[in-house]
């Protein structure tokens, strides 16, 4: 069983940054690929960025690209998401998820992740 939990979701300006982290626990974190996804209220759950294992495969949904990173730290057990030129677009509830991962495989879809955390939610005020 994988136990995640998201932070540093908050209330920020049009062009402001944040940065999100997502801390597992109850596993070997490193035997899993990584997903940021987010919702927002009235739309379904969309893709955000995902990263392999080991950390050296990485994919961004094209609205998020040039403007999110997201990274992660084994020995943490943590995986994170800079945010920044953050638009009122991007508002919604974040969620990291975690799957088995296969080599240096990253997964785009909702339906191809195990564990979810409860979500962080990020506001973005024009």
């Known amino acids: 069983q994988v136990r995640m939990v998201e932070s540093g979701g908050e209330l920020v300006q049009a062009g402001g940054s944040l940065r999100l982290s997502c801390a597992a626990s109850?596993?070997?974190?490193?035997?899993?690929?990584m997903g940021w996804f987010r919702q927002s209220p009235g739309k379904e759950r969309e893709f955000v960025a995902a990263?392999?294992?080991?950390?050296?495969?990485?994919y961004y949904a094209d609205s998020v690209k040039g403007r999110f990173t997201i990274s992660r730290d084994n020995a943490k057990n943590t995986v994170y998401l800079q945010m920044n030129s953050l638009e009122p677009e991007d508002t919604a509830v974040y969620f990291c998820?975690?799957?088995?991962?296969?080599?240096?495989?990253?997964?785009?879809?909702?339906?191809?992740?195990?564990?979810w955390g409860q979500g962080t939610q990020v506001t973005v005020s024009s």
């Open positions: 998820a975690a799957r088995w991962g296969v080599s240096s495989s990253y997964y785009l879809r909702d339906t191809e992740y195990t564990y």
């Open positions: 109850g596993t070997t974190f490193g035997r899993y690929a």
């Open positions: 990263i392999s294992r080991t950390g050296d495969n990485i």
